[in-house]
């Protein structure tokens, strides 16, 4: 059992470089999340799904997009990566809101 | 929209103390509450959660959570603290209403002193 599988784990990009997160989970869960984790601001939503066909913008939205391509898989994109996107980034999926959330390992995102 | 506070950035407690993790909350409605440990280099893992019922709940490695509606507070407790219980404490929340959006506090580094 998986869980919830992001890729890749590890990445450089130079600013200006676009590039796409992959997240899966294999939980039939309805909702996927994209967090940012940086010292001392904890984890930031950038975008959330609650269910198949749906996409809502959290609280830093800017500068990603996002794709519900299926109801397993969420991904992330930064179309022109700056320095300020260098961060860590978790995925995470739950059922229903009385449900907990499970989360990926987490892709380190340089920006240089 | 639903937001979390934790209000210190580090707890320390020696081994065999009791500990205490901050947490409140702002909410339309009622809430659904959570907490999360985080351990280096690694992703999330759920501790325990508050959906309705008896105020205090209990979780994962000997942890409970008080919630207290008046106060919209769910403070993390545990009654003697161990030097593995080192790591990173989020509270977060949701709401009853359903768009499931799920917010994160800055969460606690909790430093247990041998």
């Known amino acids: 059992n998986a869980g919830v599988t992001q890729t890749p784990k590890f990445q450089v990009l130079k600013t200006g470089q676009s590039m796409t997160l992959q997240c899966a989970q294999d939980m039939n869960h309805n909702s996927m999340y994209w967090y940012r984790q940086d010292p001392g601001m904890g984890l930031r939503l950038i975008y959330y799904s609650a269910s198949e066909g749906t996409t809502d913008k959290g609280e830093v939205p800017n500068g990603y997009n996002v794709s519900r391509l299926n109801k397993r898989e969420f991904s992330l994109r930064l179309e022109s990566a700056a320095p300020s996107q260098t961060s860590v980034y978790f995925c995470a999926s739950s059922n229903r809101g009385d449900t907990e959330a499970f989360f990926g390992q987490g892709t380190r995102l340089t920006v240089v | 929209a639903q937001s979390v506070a934790q209000p210190e950035d580090q ?4 081994e065999g103390n009791p500990l205490t993790v901050k947490c409140t909350y702002s909410v339309s ?3 659904y509450l959570f907490w ?3 351990y280096p280099n690694r ?3 759920f501790l325990l959660k508050y959906i309705t019922g008896d ?3 209990k979780g994962s490695y000997g942890f409970e959570a008080e919630f207290n509606k008046s106060q919209t507070s769910f403070h993390l407790k545990k009654p003697s603290a161990l030097v593995s219980d ?3 404490y989020f509270c977060a929340v949701t709401a009853w209403y359903g768009n499931n959006r799920l917010a994160f506090g800055k969460g606690n580094q909790v430093v247990v002193i041998p």
């Open chain 2, 36 to 38: 999360y440990v985080q």
């Open chain 2, 86 to 88: 080192s790591a990173l």
């Open chain 2, 29 to 31: 409605g009622n809430p």
């Open chain 2, 11 to 14: 707890v320390n407690v020696a």
């Open chain 2, 43 to 45: 992703g999330l893992q």
């Open chain 2, 55 to 57: 105020n205090l709940v």
